[in-house]
């Protein structure tokens, strides 16, 4: 009895240590998943449910706060940064949610307020009325998306699209909003969004070398455009899930984080309908809200980094042009009902099954349309 349960605890210490790829500062703590109440058989099924999937690059699951599985798919791996396309705007809108709760500004003041010298002469009674508020929820009144022009976005272009709707009514998405949202953090602030987060949010979260370029007009992008980590995605969603406090620390207030993932306005006849059941869920503060009661950031090509708070599970993800519901689908079909609320024996062979799958990862081009 005692020879197998020296057997058992030496290969667990096996198998971290070679699944736990250290990055960075401060990496999350590791553990298996039958530890954390979840079979690796059922880690097992995600992983093939998600090699299907053409283009995955990445996945990390953390149940109660510890990383239980993680992957990439070669060429990609655990250091290499990888661009989050629109997983940038919610970290937009907690540098946002920061600048609120130091007293920099607030979520009712008018856009046209932080831009006199960008606005149109004879400002219509929509852009008037339109907030900081408006833009997070990506209601800011615009029929069609502003799009930049040679390729730079540009607040005065935001500034002078027609306004048709009343805002706050007419949910569109719109990174052009986003990108308005970064350069009011840094008319508040002095520095761009990267610089503000730098030492609030990156340093105590141990994200290293964030790479997030700036417009012409000195505004990081806001929308897009941010390189990161698997991990430092995950850590993102790892606060979130902790209601904003990190080792002991209120990084973000609760309240912030209740409101910025709480539905805002609906979501269900915008062009993104169509990608699949978990776009029309409703929208927040630059995360959307998902079925099962979770809540993500979400970039195209298959950015992702899904919260399920009923769970205490984080997962994120990467991808080069991937199904994107799909890649839902799988945390719903696999994951989800595998979940216990106590520890489960480990499963070594399982557990073997794993490591040696993980290893033979390699990224499949997205098919394209002949």
């Known amino acids: 009895m005692v020879i197998r349960s020296l057997g058992s605890a030496l290969f667990i210490a096996i198998f971290l240590a070679t699944t736990h790829r250290v ?66 705007k919610s970290f937009n809108s907690t540098a946002v949610g920061m600048a609120v709760t130091e007293g920099k500004l607030s979520l009712d003041d008018h856009v046209l307020k932080f831009f006199p010298a960008d606005a149109p002469a004879d400002p219509s009674d929509n852009l008037k009325s339109m907030t900081v508020r408006d833009l997070l929820t990506m209601s800011g009144g615009h029929d069609t998306e502003p799009k930049p022009v040679d390729g730079s976005p540009s607040v005065k272009q935001f500034l002078n699209s027609p306004v048709v709707h009343q805002p706050g009514t007419h949910f569109l998405y719109n990174g052009m909003g986003s990108y308005t949202l970064s350069a009011i953090v840094t008319k508040v602030t002095g520095q761009t969004v990267g610089e503000y987060l730098k030492p ?39 606060l979130y899930l902790q209601k904003g406090r990190w080792n002991g ?78 890649e839902l689908d799988a945390i719903w079909e696999k994951l989800l009902p595998a979940f216990q609320d106590k520890a489960l024996p480990e499963d070594a062979a399982a557990q073997g099954k794993f490591k040696q799958v993980v290893a033979k990862l390699e990224v499949r081009s997205a098919k394209k349309d002949k």
């Open 249 to 326: 620390k209120q990084l973000i207030p609760e309240t912030w984080v209740q409101d910025a993932t709480s539905k805002h306005v609906e979501n269900d006849k915008e062009p993104h309908a169509n990608i699949g059941i978990d776009w029309h869920q409703g929208y927040g503060y630059q995360f959307w809200r998902c079925t099962h009661n979770a809540f993500r950031g979400d970039g195209a090509g298959g950015q992702f980094v899904v919260v399920l708070p009923d769970q205490d599970v984080v997962v994120a993800m990467t991808a080069g042009g991937a199904n994107m519901q799909a």
């Open 23 to 88: 990055n960075g500062a401060n990496p999350l703590p590791r553990g298996t998943p039958e530890a954390q109440g979840i079979s690796t058989n059922a880690i097992n099924d995600y992983v093939e449910a998600l090699d299907k999937i053409d283009a995955i690059h990445s996945f990390m699951v953390v149940r109660h706060g510890q990383v239980i599985a993680e992957g990439w798919w070669k060429p990609e791996a655990a250091d290499k940064p990888h661009v989050l396309n629109s997983v940038s």
């Open 200 to 238: 609030r949010l990156f340093e105590p979260l141990g994200i290293e070398n964030a790479d997030w370029p700036s417009s012409p007009e000195g505004f990081s992008l806001g929308a897009h455009g941010l390189y990161l980590r698997t991990e430092d995605i995950a850590k993102l969603g790892q």
